[in-house]
C-alpha cells in the first residue's frame, strides 16, 4: 500500500539554526513526492514537490531530495526564521491516483 | 476571494443537529475534496469529486453526506454525529488534465474546526 512517516514532533529550534524534517515512504509505484506547510489558522499549501528520483525540490530555502534508494524525502533548510514555526506534511501522490497520502506532520516552533 | 473559502470556520453542534459545511474555490479548478484532520493522525481524505461526480468515498460513515452542485461549490452535511467527529474538516481542489487525471498540486482552504458535543 501506500504511507508515509514522517518524525514526530514538536522540534523547536533556535532562529539561524539548521532543519532536518525526516520523511520515508512506501508506495506501490513511482510516486510524486510532496511537502506541504500548514501556517496558524490556515489551510495546507504546497511548500515543494518532487515528480522522480533525484529532483531536488526547493522553496523559500526549504529543500528536500528525492531518493529511491532509502524511499526518502527528508526536508532541510540551512537558517529557519520565526516566520517559518508551522506545521509541516510529508505526502505522496502515484501517477494516476486522485489522492494525496498524508504523513502525521510535524510541528516546527522557531524561538528567537 | 481568492482561493478556496470555507463557511463557518468554527461549528458546535449537538450530537442530535444537522449542519451544513460550505467550500468554494476561485480558481477554476474541476476537482474538489474533503478532509478530517484529527490530532496526531494522518489527513484522512474523506470525499473525491472530479467534475462533480463523486470518485472515491474512503469507507466514510452515512452521517457524512458530501454534495457537489457545480465545480465551485462542495458542502458536507452533518447528521447525528460523534464526540470522535470532532475535528478540523479541510476542503481542498485541484485541476484536472484534458486526459482526465488530476494533477498533483491540492490548494487547501482554512478549514472548519468542528466540535460535536
Known amino acids: 500500500g501506500n504511507s508515509v512517516t514522517q518524525m514526530e514532533g514538536p522540534v523547536t529550534l533556535s532562529e539561524e539554526a539548521f532543519l532536518t524534517i525526516n520523511c520515508t515512504y512506501t508506495?506501490?509505484?513511482?510516486?510524486?513526492l510532496f511537502w506541504y506547510v500548514q501556517y496558524p489558522g490556515e489551510g495546507l499549501q504546497l511548500l515543494l514537490k518532487?515528480?522522480?528520483?533525484?529532483d531536488k525540490g526547493s522553496n523559500k530555502g526549504f529543500e528536500a531530495t528525492y531518493r529511491k534508494e532509502t524511499t526518502s524525502f527528508h526536508l532541510e533548510k540551512g537558517s529557519v526564521q520565526v516566520s517559518d514555526s508551522a506545521v509541516y506534511f510529508c505526502?505522496?501522490?502515484?501517477?494516476?491516483?486522485?489522492?494525496?497520502?498524508f504523513g502525521t506532520g510535524t510541528r516546527l516552533t522557531v524561538i528567537p | 476571494e481568492t482561493g478556496v473559502t470555507q463557511t463557518p470556520r468554527h461549528l458546535v453542534m449537538g450530537m442530535t443537529n444537522k449542519k451544513s459545511l460550505k467550500c468554494e474555490q476561485h480558481?477554476?479548478?474541476?476537482?474538489m475534496y474533503w478532509y478530517k484532520q484529527s490530532a496526531k493522525k494522518p489527513l484522512e481524505l474523506m470525499f473525491v469529486y472530479n467534475f462533480k461526480e463523486q470518485t472515491e468515498n474512503n469507507s466514510v460513515p452515512s452521517r457524512f453526506s458530501p454534495e457537489c452542485p457545480n465545480s465551485s461549490h462542495l458542502f458536507l452535511h452533518l447528521h447525528t454525529l460523534q464526540p470522535e467527529d470532532s475535528a478540523l474538516y479541510l476542503c481542498?481542489?485541484?485541476?484536472?488534465?484534458?486526459?482526465?487525471?488530476?494533477?498533483?498540486?491540492?490548494?487547501f482552504g482554512p478549514g472548519t474546526r468542528l466540535t460535536v458535543l
Open positions: 518532487a515528480t522522480k528520483a533525484d
Open positions: 505526502a505522496l501522490k502515484n501517477t494516476g491516483a486522485n489522492n494525496l497520502f
Open positions: 480558481l477554476g479548478h474541476n476537482a
Open positions: 481542498a481542489s485541484s485541476q484536472v488534465r484534458s486526459s482526465g487525471e488530476i494533477t498533483d498540486t491540492q490548494y
Open positions: 508506495a506501490t509505484g513511482y510516486p510524486s
